[in-house]
């Protein structure tokens, strides 16, 4: 069974400053998708960034970006000049097959993240 | 427009009630989830449907009982509601592959009192 842990349960940083989200999990499997999704207190969950396992560069999104380490099943996320928007919960995911062309994601269990003016 | 709709948004009910919550994806997605958030924010799948044929049945109650009557709906129907119900319900959509994420409705907040 897959699992994914998030250290962090809370976290802060200040405005304009860089933060790392930490992000470990744990499969069998060698081709996989992870994810970052973002819940602000809206309570929408809202995908932030996606990495898929075979790819070796990592992936950005304008602010956002992931340090990727395959073999540490590492999957951290960097948000640069951090915006009072950005205060939410993150979530990291794995996505696992389900069988019969369904997929499931297993989530962490979130850090909150706190931007102070 | 909205991509994954629910409803309601919120829902205070008693205890031993039945309740329902409406969700409907105008996204052309082949899947459909209900997860489960609890106060403690951590999330966990409950079903999973693709084609309305039922895929993840995770380890919950039969009070819960998901309902798909086409590829766009899928509703969760739950009996006999108890206090430890109480949480945030999420209605997902995904195309069926790994490599698509998972667009969520804006949750269910039920209160069982």
Redesign the interface.
């Known amino acids: 069974a897959q699992t994914v842990t998030q250290s962090q349960p809370e976290m802060s940083v200040q405005e304009a400053e860089t933060v790392t989200l930490s992000c470990t999990y744990d499969t069998s499997e060698s081709n996989y998708y992870l994810f970052w999704y973002k819940q602000p207190p809206s309570r929408q969950m809202i995908l932030v960034i996606r990495q898929e396992a075979y790819k070796q560069q990592n992936a950005t999104e304008n602010r956002f970006s992931v340090n990727f380490q395959k073999a540490a099943k590492s999957f951290s996320l960097k948000i640069s000049d951090s915006q009072l928007g950005d205060t939410a919960m993150y979530f990291c995911a794995f996505s696992s097959r389900a069988g019969a062309g369904s997929y499931q994601l297993t989530f962490g269990k979130g850090t909150k993240l706190s931007v102070i003016p | 427009d909205t991509a994954v709709s629910q409803t309601p948004k919120y829902l205070v009910t008693q205890m031993g009630n039945d309740k329902s919550i409406k969700c409907e994806q105008n996204l052309g997605h082949?899947?459909m989830?209900w997860?489960k958030q609890d106060s403690?924010?951590?999330?966990?799948?409950m079903f999973?449907?693709?084609?309305k044929?039922l895929?993840?049945n995770e380890t919950v109650p039969n009070r819960f009982s998901p309902k798909s009557p086409d590829k766009a709906h899928l509703n969760l129907h739950i009996n006999s509601l108890e206090l430890g119900d109480s949480a945030?319900y999420?209605c997902?959509s995904?195309r069926?592959?790994?490599?698509l994420?998972?667009f969520?409705g804006?949750?269910t907040?039920l209160t069982v009192v």
């Open positions: 082949d899947t989830y997860y403690k924010k951590f999330l966990k799948i999973s449907y693709n084609n044929e895929i993840i945030v999420f997902a995904s069926g592959t790994a490599a994420e998972a969520f804006q949750g907040r």
